[in-house]
């Protein structure tokens, strides 16, 4: 049984201030929850988040992250850093990264290697634009963009890590992948982990995230292969995502 997580993603939003206000209100309104939950939060509202987290039982995260340890690569941050200052969990390869950063399935593998190593969860980001969806290539990309995701990973450590397949076109779009629809693709990406690892694929957690919202989260999380939501903008309003982690708490 494959315990479910909901995990916000702020994307560029919040000062510091404003993030340890959130996570006070997600705090109140999340005390019941059986799920994990997790914050991702721009790298300046690191400290106050941990702090506003009282070491609690919500998991604090980072967006994005740099695969090398350290050196001359300016305005960039590595996950020990992160991991210095409390950080457990990291979104990697997220859309916007790979369509305005220039990441691709190399940089996303590199990275989830390094979130390993510093001992942090990766929640790696994996899924298909409109055209590719209309062009009957989703399966096959997926299985790709997974598969070159997890290269030269142990299945140990494959163990402690997330995937979130997020459609490109119902991210931030409130077009949002029907429950039937985003439940076969996760288990397409299912089978290339059962390719990779097959005594491990049952249990690592597949999440969907694409304008996943406090109306549609109930019959999205009834999915048997969703095993979660990666949420941007419903988790910047505490009453939203409470609403979505009691949906993932039933
Ligand atoms: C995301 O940013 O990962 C996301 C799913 O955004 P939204 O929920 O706003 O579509």
Redesign the pocket.
Known sequence: MRKKLIAG?W?MNKTPTEAAALIGEIINQTSGATCDVAVCVPYIDIPAARDALKGGAIWLGAENCHHKESGAYTGEISTGMLKSVGVNTVIIG?S?RRQYFAETDETVNLKTKAAIAAGLIPIICVGETLAQREAGYTDALVSYQTKIAYAGISEKDALNTVV?Y?PVW????GKTATDEEANETIGVIREALRCIYPGAAEDIRILY????NEKNAAGLLAQPEIDGG?????SLAAEKFAAIVKAASL
Request: aromatic share 0%.
């Open positions: 993603n994307k997220h916007e979130a997020e119902a991210i931030g779009t995230g694409g304008s996943m990666l949420i941007g903008g419903a």
